[in-house]
């Protein structure tokens, strides 16, 4: 697979000109010139939160080139702490610091392969531009979207003009099959007859989805959210414990080198 291009990312003030509360998310739309414009599918910004100094990471869900006020982005809150119930709660025309887009962003295959992308609630924020990128490469596509319950689900209706088929998973059944993704990844895999799975999520969605892909003999891709101070890659704040192409142990930081990665170069038992 080619080594994803790394593109310089732009520090601007952003505007929210939409929000929108879905179950127990809230979408925002931002202007943050420079960004949209940059963004490849599993870049991330960050967020300047006021009174704290850790920048707050947020996936980028969706671009769009035009708009009635210019390219703009999406982002998926789940509010939790401080920095996401702050931006959660921002209105329209609200001003927001955003550095981005940040990070790896997700390999794409040369050829037409067969995909299986699995994402965990907000965090199936990045695969969405993804299934569009592997479609416009004629790849099949066949995206899986979990939660713990239907409230924590990121809709999959958005996607369905680019993928062929959409499972949907939730812990406790309350819409789709009752279960987690490390009970079924093998079976989709198997079904969506899979060269390369990309999985987003917590630590053990992304563990699981990679030893599937493993045991199929397929490629994975993970994007890890490794907890990020500045984003950048200045302060070595985001320890990714890695086995590197020389098969020797080394730590990398999670917001250059990663935040997406391949799935079999992680060591889970260290993160
Ligand atoms: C590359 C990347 C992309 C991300 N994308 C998104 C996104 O699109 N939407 C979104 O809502 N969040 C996303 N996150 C997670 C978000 O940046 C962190 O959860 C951040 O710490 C939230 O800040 P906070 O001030 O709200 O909560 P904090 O005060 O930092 O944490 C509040 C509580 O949540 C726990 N927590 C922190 N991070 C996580 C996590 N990842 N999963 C579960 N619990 C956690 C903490 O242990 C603490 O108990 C992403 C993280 C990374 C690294
Ligand atoms: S968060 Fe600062 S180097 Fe990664």
Not at 209 to 223: D, L
Request: aromatic share 4%; with cysteine; charged share 20%.
């Amino acid at each position: 697979m080619p080594v994803p291009e790394v593109r310089t990312p732009v520090h601007v003030e952003g505007e929210v000109v939409a929000t929108k509360r879905v179950g127990a998310h809230r979408h925002l739309t931002l202007t943050a010139p420079g960004v949209p414009e940059r963004f490849r599918a599993g870049n991330f910004v960050a967020v300047s939160v006021p009174g704290h100094v850790a920048r707050r990471a947020l996936w980028i869900h969706r671009v769009r080139a035009s708009s009635a006020f210019g390219p703009t982005l999406d982002v998926v809150l789940e509010a939790r702490g401080a920095g996401t119930s702050w931006l959660a709660a921002q209105p329209v025309g609200a001003r927001v610091p955003i550095t981005g887009p940040l990070g790896r962003a997700f390999a794409l295959p040369k050829d037409a392969v067969s995909c299986l992308l699995v994402g965990e609630g907000y965090a199936a924020a990045p695969l969405f531009p993804l299934a569009e990128r592997l479609r416009e490469r004629g790849c099949a596509v066949s995206l899986v979207v979990s939660a713990p319950d239907e409230s924590r689900l990121l809709s999959a209706l958005e996607a369905r003009r680019a993928v062929r088929s959409v499972t949907v998973l939730t812990a406790d059944g309350s819409v789709g099959q009752r279960g987690r993704v490390a009970d079924h990844v093998d079976e989709l895999l198997r079904r969506a007859d899979a060269d390369v799975v990309y999985a987003t999520g917590p630590a053990e969605v992304l563990r699981a989805s990679a030893a599937a892909a493993e045991r199929a003999g397929a490629w994975s891709q993970v994007g890890l959210e490794v907890s990020a101070l500045c984003g950048t890659g200045l302060c070595h704040g985001c320890p990714l414990p890695v086995v590197g192409e020389d098969g020797v142990d080394r730590v990398v930081r999670a917001c250059t080198e990663g935040p997406v990665v391949r799935g079999d170069r992680v060591r889970w038992d260290a993160l």
